[in-house]
């Protein structure tokens, strides 16, 4: 099959199972096929993640998608769509996977090994990461994947402050790309311009002598407000951007995803009495990138990395 015709959403893999159970019936030869997503196929991969607790982004999709708009696939029993998976291609070298879902009625059925096998093929021999839940890790070790750090979702509730920090729109675009560089494996020039451009979120930064030391996202979530990311240079630089980020959200929910092995994140979800409620572990394909984890307060998407 040529690229193009990949681009224009034909089948990738099809697969044939002996059995598949759609709606309550038990369907034989049913046929698997994957293919490429479009823009509303999205949508739906977001709307399975919010069934599995993931509580995405109110207005997450353009984001994603736009990241990598061939990275992303739906897999099909005779037609109904049945799972996906992404497979976000930031560059040559990197690739970022989630999205890993399977309808619970047809799981057991084959066809997470068909989105499985559709996204490394796409991934190619690109370093790749991905965030695995604790209960699958032994699986992806088995697929050559090694943890590089834990992860875990805290929440807490969000207090009124006051605050002197800078609007991320009045920072340059080209500084923004520049710092956030530095925490992310390969550029995510696009991905970025959408994400701080989300309708209901707000971006805020600290800056020093025409510098940017550090900025962070909130935005608007299935439940509650999500900090996401939140990059500093200092303990207290993020400190000042966590309460000013976490007063939008003003009596709501606050989840913030941070990286265990900062201990100075530990310690700031735990001055604001924040609770643990989900746990990741950080996996990579190949040599894991060299990042600043000790700068690195809130990860920017368990999804996209």
Not at 17 to 43: E, L, P
Not at 85 to 109: C, K, N, Q
Not at 194 to 206: R, T
């Amino acid at each position: 099959m040529t690229r193009e015709n990949e681009k224009k959403g034909m089948s990738l893999f099809p697969h044939r199972i002996k059995y598949a159970t759609i709606g309550g019936s038990v369907m034989k030869q049913a046929t698997i096929t994957v293919r490429r997503m479009n823009r509303a196929d999205v949508d739906l991969a977001i709307d399975w993640a919010a069934l599995e607790g993931w509580n995405p982004g109110l207005n997450d999709a353009e984001s994603f998608y736009c990241a990598d708009p061939n990275g992303f696939f739906m897999a099909e029993v005779n037609g109904e769509p049945a799972g996906c998976i992404s497979a976000v291609a930031y560059d040559d070298t990197f690739g970022f996977m989630g999205f890993y879902i399977v309808r619970p009625d047809l799981r057991h059925e084959g066809i997470g090994m068909a989105l499985w096998h559709a996204a490394m093929k796409y991934m190619g021999e690109r370093v790749i990461g991905g965030d695995g839940v604790v209960a699958m890790l032994d699986k992806y070790a088995l697929c050559g994947f090694r943890i590089a750090h834990h992860n875990a979702r805290y929440e807490g509730i969000g207090r009124a402050s006051s605050s002197r920090l800078v609007d991320l729109a009045d920072v340059p675009f080209a500084e923004l790309v520049s710092y956030d560089r530095r925490f992310f494996p390969a550029p995510r020039t696009a991905f970025l311009k959408s994400w701080i451009s989300q309708f209901g979120s707000h971006c805020q930064a600290v800056m020093a002598g025409g510098r940017l030391l550090g900025y962070g996202v909130i935005r608007p979530c299935r439940r509650g407000f999500k900090i996401a990311p939140l990059f500093a240079d200092t303990p207290d630089i993020a400190e000042e951007l966590f309460v000013s980020l976490a007063s939008i959200a003003r009596d709501e929910p606050v989840f913030f995803d941070i990286p265990v092995c900062n201990q100075a994140a530990r310690q700031l979800v735990d001055r604001h009495a924040m609770t643990m409620v989900f746990e990741t572990a950080r996996i990579y394909r190949g040599t894991p990138p060299g990042l600043p984890l000790d700068q690195i307060y809130g990860i920017t998407s368990f999804e996209l990395g």
